[in-house]
């Protein structure tokens, strides 16, 4: 009998019945004509069928057309049926998956068991009868089918205690998994391969005392393995103890494993994941050293090189990517990004133009405009930005912002607010051109503009702190509602208790109320968190109409240290004559 042919056949015939043409069963007064209803069971007084094929393909057909109706009780009963009579393996493991997928549990485990018996030699058999095992609590009847799956793999137990593991860490019934993997390993004894499997599933099961035990078992029989010292740290690492982590790489590291690039990798990452960002760019630069023509390492030694600030460094990596033609525009962009760290904006602009295409695109053409209007060449800036060819609106908002900063740098602020008043007709809900919007008119004036922007942004996002903070500081400054400002204000402060800026806002607006004592404290908090001109600006102020003048002037002039150029605080210094 071949059970393969016949069970093709009758999927052909269920083409040719579902779709009209045939029909193997009488309508009767339950099916409409043309139907062919499904029994709810198989026959109790058996098959009216000579030949076995003939009821072999009845038995599958039926049952591929109830699994199609998903009437499942009735394929499951008739493919079990098929599986028994027949005693093909494959249409007993046929029926096991689909009573797992239906999740029917009885069914399951009576095809699982079928499936076990006609192949005694499959480990996927046993392995599927231990996991149901495991599913209802009976944990020695799953030992004894994992035991089988651990015998089938012969000399070399590796796969087999993999596929275990991977199956294992998925199930709920933890207390019945680690019951399985604990009288494995006891049964194991010289098998790393068994440790390394509890503590897997273990450390899945956050049962990290435990993982940790197992793991160091598995490194007692084979104390140079490279995923196994990668697991001991990350279970240290899943304990909080990160130095336990640090010590158990820099130990395996020291030794015959110096040279193993994935165990590094992973104390990279590690390293990383930890804020140790020097000690994740040694490794990575060692990498890099050991495997030079790796780009994916020398670019993560780059990264990390100008992260901490070792520009040269990093320098030399992006330019070896850019030598072997490897992620030339990121290497590119970066070039870009060190050069304006460096005050060099003809060589930032020079690295900026190379990148051609990526996700840093937009970005590099971005930054070659304000470099460019940053330089004095405000319509080169433009003509730049003008240039820049965007496929979301998102891209097109970013473009508009731009342009109107260029206009804003270049003091040429009434194009700037025809910028943005021009984008919102297209787009008049989004908050970024409305917050750009109000803030230009603001330096023209403006009020009426600014107060329904800012307002229009709260009623989209009533927790908008950026426009609760610049609503509240600018009614305080600009106008005598100093109670509406407390307010936008207290909710700007808190929901972001921390921002220097708002607690600026905050002693400004006490400042304007008269009270002075109040304000000095905000204003020494905030400068405290952010040695911000404009802080300085107010801090210094409100010590000099208090009396302080001599502290006020102090102020002053450290900020302009910082910026000699600073407008607000010249203006201020001006006010008070000085």
């Known amino acids: 009998m071949n059970t393969r042919y016949i069970l093709n056949c009758a999927l052909l015939a269920l083409v040719s019945v579902t779709s009209g043409c045939a029909?193997?069963?009488?309508?009767?007064?339950a099916s409409p004509a043309g139907s062919v209803a499904a029994p709810a069971a198989v026959p109790a007084g058996g098959y009216p069928f000579e030949s076995q094929d003939q009821k072999l393909f009845y038995q599958?057909?039926?049952?591929?057309?109830?699994?199609?109706?998903?009437?499942?009780?009735?394929?499951?009963?008739?493919?079990?049926?098929a599986a028994k009579t027949t005693g093909d393996a494959e249409l007993a493991e046929r029926t096991t998956r689909m009573a797992e997928f239906a999740q029917a549990n009885d069914q399951a485990f009576a095809a699982a068991r079928l499936w076990a018996e006609l192949a005694p030699q499959s480990s996927d058999a046993h392995q599927f009868l231990g996991t149901l095992f495991v599913r209802s609590g009976e944990a020695e009847n799953a030992l004894q089918q994992y035991r089988e799956v651990v015998r089938l793999e012969g000399q070399d137990k590796t796969q087999?205690?993999?596929?275990?593991?991977?199956?294992?860490?998925?199930?709920?019934?933890?207390d019945a998994v680690l019951q399985v993997l604990e009288r494995l390993t006891q049964e194991e004894q010289t098998n790393p391969y068994a440790f390394f499997t509890y503590a897997h599933v273990a450390a899945r099961f956050s049962r990290l005392p435990l993982a940790q035990q197992q793991v160091d078992k598995a490194l007692a029989i084979k104390p140079d393995w490279p995923e196994a010292?990668?697991?001991?740290?990350?279970?240290?690492?899943?304990?909080?103890?990160?130095?336990?982590?640090?010590?158990?790489?820099?130990?395996?590291?020291s030794g015959p494993l110096k040279k193993d690039g994935n165990l590094r990798i992973a104390f990279g990452?590690?390293?990383?994941?930890?804020?140790?960002?020097?000690?994740?760019?040694?490794?990575?630069?060692?990498?890099?050293?050991?495997?030079?023509?790796?780009?994916?390492?020398?670019?993560s030694a780059a990264l990390l090189s100008l992260q901490v600030e070792k520009f040269k460094e990093g320098k030399e990596f992006l330019q070896k990517m850019i030598a072997a033609h490897a992620r030339e525009d990121e290497a590119h962009f970066y070039l870009g990004q060190v050069a304006e760290k460096e005050k060099d904006t003809a060589t930032a602009v020079k690295h900026y133009r190379k990148v051609d295409a990526?996700?840093?695109?937009?970005?590099?053409?971005?930054?070659?405009?304000?470099?460019?209007?940053?330089?004095?060449?405000?319509?080169?800036?433009?003509?730049?930005?003008?240039?820049?060819?965007?496929?979301?609106?998102?891209?097109?908002?970013?473009?508009?912002?731009?342009?109107?900063d260029i206009m804003v740098e270049a003091g040429r602020l009434p194009e700037a607010y025809d910028i943005y008043d021009q984008a919102l007709r297209d787009m008049p809900e989004n908050s970024n051109?409305?917050?750009?919007?109000?803030?230009?008119?603001?330096?023209?004036?403006?009020?009426?503009?600014v107060e329904r922007d800012l307002r229009k942004i709260i009623e989209q996002d009533p927790n908008n702190v950026q426009a609760l903070n610049a609503l509240g500081y600018t009614l305080a400054d600009r106008t005598t509602r100093y109670d509406e400002a407390m307010e936008f204000i207290k909710r700007a402060l808190a929901l972001e208790p921390k921002d220097a800026a708002i607690i600026d806002s905050m002693g400004w607006v006490h400042y304007r109320m008269g009270r002075n004592q109040e304000a000095l404290t905000y204003l020494k908090e905030a400068i405290d968190i952010v040695g911000d001109a404009e802080i300085a600006a107010h801090l210094g102020e409100v010590l000099w109409v208090s009396g302080n003048k001599q502290e006020a002037m102090k102020v002053w002039n450290r900020a302009l240290q910082e910026a000699p150029e600073n407008r607000q605080i010249l203006e201020v210094m001006r006010r008070f004559g000085k």
């Open 23 to 29: 029909s193997l069963a009488p309508a009767t007064s």
């Open 60 to 81: 599958l057909l039926v049952a591929e057309m109830a699994w199609k109706r998903e009437d499942t009780a009735t394929a499951i009963a008739y493919y079990f049926d």
């Open 358 to 404: 990526g996700e840093y695109y937009l970005t590099a053409q971005m930054r070659i405009a304000a470099l460019l209007a940053r330089s004095g060449k405000t319509e080169d800036a433009l003509a730049q930005v003008r240039r820049i060819s965007t496929e979301t609106e998102q891209e097109r908002i970013q473009l508009f912002l731009l342009e109107g």
């Open 160 to 174: 087999a205690y993999i596929r275990i593991g991977s199956q294992l860490s998925k199930e709920s019934n933890q």
């Open 269 to 299: 990452r590690l390293l990383m994941d930890a804020k140790r960002l020097e000690e994740a760019r040694e490794q990575y630069v060692i990498l890099a050293n050991q495997d030079p023509d790796n780009m994916d390492v020398v670019y």
């Open 433 to 449: 051109l409305l917050y750009a919007r109000a803030i230009a008119a603001e330096k023209l004036n403006r009020l009426d503009v």
């Open 229 to 253: 010292i990668i697991l001991k740290a990350r279970v240290h690492q899943m304990s909080k103890d990160i130095d336990g982590a640090v010590a158990a790489f820099t130990k395996a590291l």
